[in-house]
Antibody, heavy 122, light 106 residues
C-alpha cells in the first residue's frame, strides 16, 4: 500500500525557517517524481514545488522561488521541503503527492499524504 | 501565466447528474485531471488524462475535454459526493490547479 506521511509543520515567526519531510512507503521512491502542494485555510490548492525521480531537476512556483527548496533522499525514502524567509501568506497545510507517468503533460498526482500544518505568525 | 477557471459552486439534487466545468485557453490541447476533496481530508484523484478513472473510483464519475472547456460529470449524484472538486493541468514544468468548485447535494 502506498503511503505518504508528512511531518515538520509548526508555528514559526515571519522570517523564520522550517523543513518539512514526507516519508514514503509501499513503492520505490526513485521511480517517481514528487510534488508539494499547499492549501491556505479555507482556500484552494496551490502547487509549490516539484522534483524528478533522480532529484536532478527541481521546479518551484514563482511565489516561493528563492525561498523554498525541494529535495529528496531516495535511500531514506524521504522527500523534503526547506522553507526559508517564511511569510504570513505561507500559512497553509502542506501536502506531498506522488506524480505518476513522468512529470508534465499526461502525468497526475495519484497519491497524497495527510498534510502538515505550517503557521507563520508573530 | 496559464489559468484554469471553475465556478465557485454547483448544486445538484440527489440522483441527478452534476456537471463541473473547468475553462482555459485551448484546454483541449492539454490533459486534465480532477481531484475530489471532502471536508478535512486530503485530495483524491478521480479522473486523469481527461477521462480515465483510477481503480476504486465509481463509474458515475466521468470526464471530457474539448476546445476551451473540460467537464467533470457525476451521474446519479449521492450525498457522499458533496465535496470540493479541483481541475488540474500542466504548464511548463508547473502544476496548475483551478480555483475549485464546491458541489452541494441538496
Amino acid at each position: 500500500e502506498v503511503q505518504l506521511v508528512e511531518s515538520g509543520g509548526a508555528l514559526v515567526q515571519p522570517g523564520g525557517s522550517l523543513r518539512l519531510s514526507c516519508a514514503a512507503s509501499g513503492f520505490t521512491l526513485s521511480s517517481y517524481a514528487m510534488t508539494w502542494v499547499r492549501q491556505a485555510p479555507g482556500k484552494g490548492l496551490e502547487w509549490v514545488s516539484g522534483i524528478s525521480g533522480s532529484g536532478v531537476s527541481t521546479y518551484h512556483a514563482d511565489s516561493v522561488k528563492g525561498r523554498f527548496t525541494i529535495s529528496r533522499d531516495n535511500s531514506k525514502n524521504t522527500l523534503y521541503l526547506q522553507m526559508n524567509s517564511l511569510r504570513v501568506e505561507d500559512t497553509a497545510i502542506y501536502y506531498c503527492a506522488r506524480v505518476d507517468r513522468g512529470y508534465g503533460s499526461g502525468a497526475y498526482l495519484d497519491h497524497w499524504g495527510q498534510g502538515t500544518l505550517v503557521t507563520v505568525s508573530s | 501565466s496559464y489559468e484554469l477557471t471553475q465556478p465557485p459552486s454547483v448544486s445538484v439534487s440527489p440522483g441527478q447528474t452534476a456537471s463541473v466545468t473547468c475553462s482555459g485557453h485551448r484546454l483541449g490541447d492539454k490533459y486534465v485531471c480532477w481531484y475530489q476533496q471532502r471536508p478535512g481530508q486530503s485530495p483524491v484523484l478521480i479522473i486523469y488524462q481527461d477521462n480515465k478513472r483510477p481503480s476504486g473510483i465509481p463509474e458515475r464519475f466521468s470526464g471530457s475535454n474539448s476546445g476551451n472547456t473540460a467537464t467533470l460529470s457525476i451521474s446519479g449524484t449521492q450525498a457522499m459526493d458533496e465535496a470540493d472538486y479541483y481541475c488540474q493541468a500542466w504548464g511548463s514544468n508547473t502544476v496548475i490547479f483551478g480555483g475549485g468548485t464546491k458541489l452541494t447535494v441538496l
